[in-house]
């Protein structure tokens, strides 16, 4: 055997297509993306090698393209079933003995389903390289898909989200906001699925979306910490250059349509003595032009502890310990949604305070001052979003799967500081919504918050305890 | 106080940080070898005259700085009436001084590039600024102005105790696990004050005074109450040549009178039952267990991670692979000045039996109180010492945190690098006895949460019914 696996390294290493990285910009006296090694593999995987060697440990980070734009229709789950899955059973190992195998090296192995991606996360000491390339490959490449364990991973799934909704709504609110606002749209469908979805998925289902959406040509792999990266990049070859493509090509949404008018998701939690509150429409994607003007005006929005939400609904006020704003970016716009929540009795005044203050945003803008104040915070900030093996590892597969360049890293500096009154007023009036034009979600015991939910727009009503994150009739 | 922004997208609660009345952190590191950790050498420490301890740990990976603040106080030094006034009072350190409105705390420090945290425990309370290394002089003025000119202003009284009502609201009230872990922790002690739920029983909230707050300040907030640690791109002596200049003036405080009592032990079960909306019915238990700094509290660090930390562990193997009888379980241990509580806590599936999960999860630790640890989980769970170590140091803020958890309660920072041999040489027999002889039912309290029956609908299909 040992000649056939020599061989078959051989035969990688000569088809392996070695790309040069995209080269450094100037960083402006800002942060430096540290110099990494970049690989495509004959099958299309891509390649991305950091060292770092500060600590012992390595991460190892790993992107597929698809996810959970891969799910069939009232199928919401499957691709985070398939997730959940590989870590249950892969290669000569049963599911006890994967997780035995990497918690015994001391190591940190798991996965998740994106909108668009499924994603693999690893963190191990150097040592046991080996060991923990061998399983993410066996995870990926040789799921067992074994019937006893799809069943209790589907199991699982729904009881987490039944027990989530008997916790902090906090937790749970966005994703009621994102079924409400993108209905109908991919961005809308749960990505962990719902009681409902999931009951509906068969584990045929999963090995469908395994052959079709699963595949080395979707593979964005990268590595950060304390290695040899001609050593590591030898090691990835041989456990996954001679994966095969996924059957289907790349599923892509469309761009999402904003909200005209407004609309209410009354979620009743009985008994609830806050209420919370979500308030969205279709923001802007991940490649945005605009993006770090946004960025800076967000921050001063609902971005950071002294911005204008929660100086007004917090430090104020007290109507709420925590008011924030942010955008959530994709290939195609997401979300951009304001969150909090307050004492049931103070839901208007506080709803009608987050709305009178976007108003404000959208109408004042923001002067000189507040901007250098807002440049300053993130550019102080910075650093410390790149600080782990982990941190760079998503963030050189977030580039590659965006098809960003080290100087989306390289340059923040000087588009963080290029970003004025005009730039912002510009992005204020492009990026975040009127405050007639919202997607809003409120959780809360409806028999104490129905009226206040009805002066904010049409209501439409559901119980917590329903099956599914959109309001509509069982089938 | 939590200022952090980031919002939680997950769909289940972290069982060990799930509610703030109980977290002395979550993710404490332990132990490695000392001799190989890059930069330890150059820690520094210097005690000023007022009794202010300064320790610096240079690191230059970015160019920023972690500093922490620990003061010695926390809900353990209260007393009925006065109730979590310690996460009160951490809450009016960011609410102005003589010196700065209002507000100006917050904006001088985020218009400079610096953010910051503040978190209150059982214990301690602990002030963190994040900032770029260029405004180091302008932090210690911010924080030595709030040590020392603190303006308990009434109106601003008022409004930031609404602020914590919500809080408490969102993490206890309406939290399933936060309702059933404060209930189990005041039902535990009978005498001691790590009854107290840190975050304050609702009429202490509506209650507390202004000079309850000014008593506060003056008592704990003491120069010689205080442990400062600064690591991050900085030179320790201009660090210190702040310090002398922005804190040496501060005035030393008599010390505050020791918490003295001790809870006597536990002469049997005790169980409490809380009936709540819910569809997932919830078991915690807790055990008596040791203070930070004791050997057994070591040991039961090994012990709870062989039954519940990861998906290889015993209970999680029984429990949720093989019985089906919890959707996840988890333990936590809290580490502080006295003996605390050890958990173990079970989410278990709508319409299950909560009595068969407490049954399966007393088989457990009958069998491990019978038979001990294998050596390979004893292995395993060194490697996860090891690499959690690691791990908690990659980061300026993961050393500000390891250095205070061992020179606060552990009595010196430099017992972070001795911990290695510690762990190393804990035995399987330890293991058993901690089993056999903290985890027995006559030291521990047993909480169940159960749905209220009309929102109890049973699943299809499940096992067991409503009560």
Redesign the interface.
């Known amino acids: 055997m040992s000649w056939r696996m020599s061989w078959t390294q051989f035969a990688l290493l000569t088809v392996m297509v070695t790309v040069a990285c995209p080269a450094h910009a100037d960083s402006a006296g800002g942060v430096h993306l540290p110099a990494f090694e970049c690989a495509t593999l004959a099958n299309g995987t891509q390649l991305l090698l950091m060292e770092k060697h500060?600590?012992?440990?390595i991460s190892l980070s790993v992107a597929v393209r698809g996810g959970a734009l891969g799910d069939p229709a009232g199928k919401d789950g499957t691709a985070a079933l398939f997730a959940e899955l590989t870590?249950k059973g892969a290669g000569t190992r049963s599911?006890?003995q994967f997780?035995?195998a990497?918690?015994?090296?001391?190591?940190?192995l798991g996965a998740s389903a994106g909108d668009e991606s499924v994603g693999l996360k690893a963190?191990?000491?150097a040592r046991d390289a080996d060991l923990m390339i061998g399983l993410v490959a066996d995870a990926l490449l040789r799921p067992r898909f074994a019937p006893e364990e799809f069943a209790?991973v589907r199991?699982?799934a729904a009881?987490?989200?039944?027990?989530?909704?008997?916790?902090?709504?906090?937790?749970?609110i966005?994703?009621y906001g994102d079924a409400w606002l993108f209905h109908g749209h991919p961005y809308g469908r749960p990505v962990?699925g719902s009681e409902r979805t999931l009951a509906a998925i068969t584990l045929d289902d999963v090995k469908r979306y395994y052959a079709e959406h699963v595949g080395g040509d979707r593979l964005i792999i990268a590595v950060v910490g304390d290695f040899k990266a001609p050593e590591m990049r030898r090691k990835l070859e041989v456990a996954f250059g001679g994966w095969r493509k996924a059957a289907a090509p790349v599923p892509s949404a469309s761009a999402p349509v904003r909200v005209q008018g407004r609309r209410v998701l009354l979620v009743d939690?009985?008994?609830?003595?806050?209420a919370y509150f979500w308030l969205g429409n279709v923001g802007a994607n991940r490649t945005d032009p605009t993006r770090t003007a946004q960025s800076v005006v967000n921050t001063l929005f609902?971005?950071?502890?002294?911005?204008m939400l929660?100086?007004e609904l917090?430090?104020?006020?007290?109507?709420?310990?925590?008011a924030?704003s942010?955008f959530d970016r994709r290939t195609q716009p997401g979300s951009f949604s304001i969150?909090s929540?307050?004492?049931t009795e103070k839901t208007t005044e506080a709803i009608d305070l987050a709305l009178a203050t976007l108003d404000r945003a959208r109408s004042e803008g923001f002067d000189d001052q507040a901007l250098?104040?807002a440049r300053?915070?993130l550019?102080?900030?910075f650093?410390?979003t790149?600080?782990?093996?982990?941190h760079l590892a998503g963030r050189l597969i977030d580039l590659a799967f965006y098809g960003l360049g080290p100087e989306d890293v390289d340059q923040y500096a000087t588009r963080v500081r290029a970003v004025d009154a005009t730039a912002a007023r510009r992005v204020l009036a492009t990026a975040f919504p009127a405050s007639a034009d919202l997607a809003v979600v409120l959780i809360g015991d409806a028999a104490k918050i129905r009226d206040a939910a009805k002066r904010i727009g049409p209501v439409t009503e559901m119980k917590i305890?329903d099956p599914q994150f959109y309001p509509e009739a069982p089938k | 106080m939590?200022?952090t922004?980031l919002?939680?997208?997950?769909?289940?609660?972290r069982l060990a940080c799930?509610a703030a009345a109980l977290i002395a952190s979550c993710g404490a590191p332990a132990l490695a070898a000392a001799d190989?950790l890059?930069g330890a050498e150059q820690i520094v420490t210097r005690t000023l005259p007022n009794g202010l301890k300064i320790v610096i740990w240079p690191d230059s990976?970015?160019?920023?700085v972690a500093m922490y603040t620990w003061y010695r106080a926390g809900s353990r030094n209260e007393r009925p009436g006065i109730t979590g006034i310690s996460h009160f009072f951490e809450h009016m350190m960011f609410k102005g001084t003589s010196t700065r409105p209002?507000?100006e705390f917050?904006?001088v420090m985020?218009?400079?590039?610096?953010?910051?945290n503040a978190n209150t425990r059982a214990d301690v309370t602990v002030y963190e600024d994040?900032?770029?290394n260029t405004?180091t002089e302008l932090i210690f003025d911010l924080e030595s102005d709030r040590m020392r000119n603190l303006n308990l202003d009434p109106k601003a009284v008022?409004?930031?105790?609404?602020?914590?009502?919500?809080?408490r609201?969102?993490?206890i009230?309406?939290?399933?696990?936060?309702t059933l872990m404060e209930q189990v922790q005041a039902t535990a002690y009978l005498a001691h004050p790590y009854e107290i739920p840190t975050l304050g029983w609702p009429s202490d909230i509506e209650g507390w005074k202004v000079q309850d707050l000014k008593d506060y300040y003056q008592k704990y907030y003491a120069p010689n109450n205080a442990v400062m640690f600064i690591v991050g791109d900085v030179k320790p002596e201009e660090v210190f040549g702040l310090a002398d200049k922005y804190l040496a003036g501060l005035k030393a405080q008599p010390a505050p009178e020791p918490v003295t009592t001790r809870e006597p032990p536990q002469l049997g079960e005790r169980r409490i039952r809380v009936v709540?909306?819910?569809?997932?019915p919830l078991i915690a238990m807790a055990w008596h267990a040791g203070a930070a700094p004791d050997r057994e509290t070591r040991v039961m660090e090994v012990l709870l991670a062989i039954l519940g930390?990861?998906?290889?562990?015993r209970l999680h193997?029984r429990l949720?692979?093989q019985e089906?009888a919890a959707?996840?379980v988890g333990t936590y241990l809290h580490q502080g000045f006295d003996p605390g509580l050890a958990w173990i806590f079970a989410?278990v599936?709508?319409g299950g039996s909560t009595a068969r999960t407490e049954s399966l999860i007393d088989a457990e630790i009958a069998r491990i109180a019978k038979e001990g640890p294998t050596p390979?989980e004893l292995?395993?769970s060194?490697?996860?010492?090891?690499?959690?170590f690691?791990?908690g140091?990659?980061?300026?803020?993961g050393k500000a945190e390891a250095l205070g958890e061992y020179e606060v309660f552990h009595g010196d920072y430099r017992k972070l690098f001795d911990a290695p041999a510690v762990y190393e040489s804990i035995t399987a027999e330890e293991v058993r006895q901690a089993a056999a002889t903290v985890l027995r039912p006559d030291n521990r309290t047993v909480g169940v949460l159960e749905p209220k029956p009309a929102?109890a609908?049973a699943e299809k299909g499940s096992k067991g019914g409503a009560r």
């Not at chain 1, 990497?102 to 940190?108: D, M, N």
């Not at chain 1, 939690?269 to 806050?274: I, L, V």
């Not at chain 1, 609902?302 to 911005?307: H, I, Q």
């Not at chain 1, 917090?314 to 925590?322: A, F, H, N, P, V």
């Open positions: 500060d600590t012992p440990l870590q599911a006890a997780a035995d990497v918690e015994t090296a001391g190591g940190q963190s191990f000491m209790k199991t699982l009881q987490s989200i039944a027990a989530a909704k008997d916790s902090d709504p906090r937790a749970l966005g994703e962990e939690k009985p008994g609830a003595t806050q609902g971005g950071r502890f002294t911005s929660n100086t917090r430090i104020k006020s007290g109507l709420t310990y925590g924030n942010g969150s929540y307050t004492r250098a104040s300053t915070y550019l102080g900030q650093p410390t790149l600080e782990t093996n982990g305890t | 939590t200022h922004l919002r939680d997208t997950g769909l289940l609660p799930v190989s890059p990976d970015i160019p920023n209002e507000g917050d904006r985020e218009a400079n590039g610096g953010s910051n994040w900032f770029p405004v008022e409004s930031e105790r609404n602020v914590v009502y919500s809080e609201r969102s993490s009230d309406n939290d399933n696990f936060g709540r909306e819910a569809q997932t930390s990861g998906d290889s562990s193997q949720v692979e089906q959707v996840e989410v599936p709508p390979g292995t395993k060194r490697n996860q010492a090891l690499a959690g690691w791990r140091l990659e980061t300026i803020s929102a609908p």
